[in-house]
């Protein structure tokens, strides 16, 4: 793969127009989460509500992503973006409403929860846009690749500008001017053509309650992607902890920044070479590779160090997400590439979630530094699991081959 198959994929016939409605739905993602966070604690001046609000979110996100998913595999995109829009605007008004009115927090939460479910999952209507409009092959990763380095780069951007909208006259500017780009960007991939003349393959969904999740190849990759969230959330929390510690609360933030830089210019020339390029070893060799990182960001004794050690783990961080979208290639079953990525967001999601909530905790009782290291043994622990498991993501005649020369 080279930078030209990046300008081949993004210039394919049909594609400009819902790229461009795909960015303006994918680039409030990182700042919903933000905006909503800085806007409940600015009107209630509690983090604790705060907290719970965007945990609620965060979870409806994950539900919403695989059922939103599994329902444009089977109708395709463009109905189950404009309903989610608009019970999207229903919800978004109905959370902004409590939060004003200083409603009960378990009112809040659940609305919480129903703004996560019903954002417009633009990403799995986009991800699966490309097995669509490109055959396989290296332009179509190329597309896919790209995905995930753009998505990579609304992290860096997304909290700083939900930051400065929250710092308005109106704190829940930030949230609103979020849910507008992911409306308008919604409804606008849904109406571009690629979107409505998409229509599903007869024949390929069957009644299986787990979906996608029922092809052995797409739990190795949904356990990668949760391994990969579960450091993540241990990360989210361990930084700004050690930002405490050494007397400058106010650097957790951009610490956690850091890595995303590092991660979008490495994800650059890793999506030209990626390595390894067997995906049956990619996606073990990347997450012991990203758990050794964390393990050295125990190392430093000063802030400045720590800087450094984050700048080396954020490269492994767009490779490991370009591989996990990549891998639905080889892993989903045909005509559920939606549905997948579904997977793939909910597993990262949950794996986070569970990494705030125990590091919470070993923060509290070894610091920052022992929390990097069982961060890091977790890490390859479950890239042991993956290695195990690795057979699952070759084809069957190769899979026989692999299962017989260990025998």
Not at 82 to 89: G, I, K, Q, T
Not at 290 to 297: C, G, M, R, V
């Amino acid at each position: 793969m080279s930078l030209a198959d990046y300008r081949r994929a993004l210039s394919t016939p049909g594609a400009r127009v819902p790229v461009l409605a795909s960015l303006l739905g994918r680039w409030p993602i990182a700042m919903f989460a933000m905006a909503l966070l800085l806007y409940v604690q600015r009107v209630s001046s509690s983090f604790a509500i705060a907290g719970m609000m965007s945990a609620g979110a965060l979870i409806g996100v994950a539900a919403g992503s695989v059922v939103q998913g599994r329902i444009m595999d089977r109708v395709g995109p463009s109905l189950p973006l404009y309903v989610a829009s608009a019970l999207f605007v229903v919800a978004v008004a109905a959370t902004i409403t409590s939060i004003e009115a200083h409603a009960p927090a378990a009112i809040s939460v659940g609305l919480s929860f129903l703004l996560g479910m019903t954002q417009p999952n633009v990403s799995s209507a986009s991800r699966a846009m490309w097995e669509h409009l490109l055959p396989p092959g290296r332009v179509r990763e190329a597309a896919v690749s790209y995905e995930a380095i753009s998505l990579e780069v609304f992290f860096i951007l997304g909290p700083g500008v939900a930051a400065l909208l929250v710092a308005t006259p109106w704190p829940g500017l930030g949230l609103l001017v979020a849910a507008s780009c992911m409306v308008v960007g919604g409804v606008w991939f849904a109406s571009t053509r690629a979107s409505r003349t998409r229509r599903p393959e007869p024949g390929q969904h069957s009644g299986d309650v787990l979906g996608a999740l029922a092809a052995p190849g797409m739990r190795t990759v949904a356990l990668a992607a949760g391994g990969f969230g579960l450091l993540i959330g241990y990360i989210e929390v361990a930084v700004p902890a050690a930002a405490v510690d050494a007397g400058v609360p106010t650097a957790g933030g951009l610490l956690i920044s850091l890595m995303s830089v590092s991660s979008v210019l490495v994800g650059l020339v890793y999506g030209v070479r990626p390595w390894p390029r067997p995906m049956h070893l990619r996606l073990p060799a990347l997450l012991a590779g990203f758990a050794l990182l964390i393990a050295l960001l125990a190392a430093p004794s000063s802030l400045w160090g720590l800087c450094v050690a984050l700048l080396a783990a954020g490269c492994l961080i767009t490779p490991q997400s370009t591989a996990h979208s990549v891998a639905i290639e080889v892993a989903a079953p045909r005509g559920k590439a939606a549905e997948a990525f579904g997977w793939v967001v909910t597993s990262v999601t949950l794996g986070s979630a569970i990494g705030h909530s125990t590091s919470g905790q070993l923060v509290e009782i070894g610091g920052p530094k022992s929390t990097f290291l069982v961060a890091a043994v977790v890490g390859l622990l479950i890239t042991a699991l993956l290695w195990r498991r690795r057979a699952t993501l070759l084809p069957a005649r190769e899979r026989s081959e692999l299962v017989l020369a260990a025998e």
